[in-house]
């Protein structure tokens, strides 16, 4: 049977699938000592999209054929040098884009209905102490600004669709979209009410949304990132939040997950999530299966469902 190293956090569904076409290895259980003595039978690596592949994992494998990736974003495995050793990646679109779009909408709407402050006065006692919570803000009518108006943008701004948005979006290239194109980032934040980031990460993106692009957005601006952590300048978020430059903030990725800074923890206008847009059982296991079908094909013909464009 060929060998599969299996880096990040496989199913158990995955790794049952898996063991019936190969020998699975998982990296959790072995170091780089292992790899050197093993790495000439490994030809095909599973890994997620926080986890990637670590250069010096991907240089010691002389026979690597293929990198099946649990998840759409692949910006922490090197294409370039894939492309260059002619090794196959795929990675799972489209079966996420709900799901992404629900936290992303669930993010929204914690930060203009204060959520977690509500929460904590029914909790508290205030509410029989002092009565009613302050008012928050309604989401009617709001100008919703999509950074990276792909797959999971769209998905977005339909699922906002009913509070009767004005839907605006930034991306590379303009779209065929009944909604306003911006070729600049900070033009469009400082027209919208909300941020809302879902492009890939890298370097092409790294802090795009920088302290411009924060201030632009304004005090009673919402900023939501459920792309990754390095598309936002963290330290100028943080300034922006602290000193009222910017009003709220709902983060499901962070620069150096699972590290999250302090300052944003304390804050009293952030929402914080564990990175988990798409981690519900139904959305896992179809991007589990498509991971696992990508990798199982390859080995019977060669072919794959689901290629990174590149
Ligand atoms: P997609 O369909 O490829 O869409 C990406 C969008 O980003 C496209 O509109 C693209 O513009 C735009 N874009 C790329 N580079 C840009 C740049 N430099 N400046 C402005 N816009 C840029 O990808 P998707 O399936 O929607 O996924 C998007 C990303 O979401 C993933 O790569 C991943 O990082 C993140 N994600 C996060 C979670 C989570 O759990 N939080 C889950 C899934 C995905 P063009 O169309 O003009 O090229
Ligand atoms: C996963 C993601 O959390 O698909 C992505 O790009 O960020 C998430 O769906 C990630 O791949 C880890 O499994």
Not at 284 to 300: D, F, I, S, Y
Request: glycine share 8%.
């Amino acid at each position: 049977m060929p060998d599969v190293l299996v880096i990040g956090g496989a199913t158990e569904a995955m790794l049952a699938r898996m063991s019936e076409k190969f020998t699975v290895h998982k990296w959790a259980e072995h170091d780089m000592d292992w790899l050197e003595e093993n790495a000439e039978k490994i030809t095909h690596v599973v890994t997620n999209g926080h986890d990637g592949v670590r250069p010096e994992i991907m240089a010691a494998l002389p026979n690597l054929q293929m990198i099946s990736c649990y998840g759409v974003g692949y910006d922490a495995i090197d294409t370039t040098e894939a492309v260059r050793r002619g090794i196959m990646v795929t990675h799972t679109p489209g079966v996420l884009n709900d799901e992404v779009a629900t936290t992303a909408v669930m993010l929204v709407l914690a930060c203009y209905r204060e959520l977690l402050r509500d929460d904590a006065y029914v909790r508290s006692g205030e509410w029989e102490k002092k009565g009613s919570a302050p008012l928050t803000r309604s989401l009617e009518n709001q100008t919703i600004g999509i950074l990276g108006l792909g797959r999971i943008g769209q998905a977005i701004a339909t699922k906002l669709a009913p509070w009767n948005p004005t839907t605006v979006y930034h991306s590379r290239t303009k779209k065929d979209v009944p909604y306003t194109y911006y070729d600049n980032l900070e033009a469009m934040a400082a027209d919208s009410d909300i941020l809302i980031c879902i492009t890939p990460g890298g370097a092409e993106t790294r802090k795009i949304v920088n302290a411009e692009v924060l201030a632009a957005l304004g005090p009673k601006g919402t900023l939501i990132n459920v792309a990754r952590g390095s598309v936002v300048d963290e330290t100028a978020l943080i300034d922006a939040l602290q000193s009222g430059k910017l009003g709220w903030a709902g983060l499901d990725v962070f620069e150096q997950e699972p590290k999250v800074p302090q300052a944003l923890r304390d804050l009293p206008n952030t929402v914080l999530l564990p990175h988990v847009g798409s981690a519900t059982v139904e959305t896992r296991t179809a991007m589990a299966n498509l991971t696992v079908e990508n990798l199982l094909q390859h080995l019977e013909t060669g072919t794959v469902a689901t290629p990174v464009p590149e």
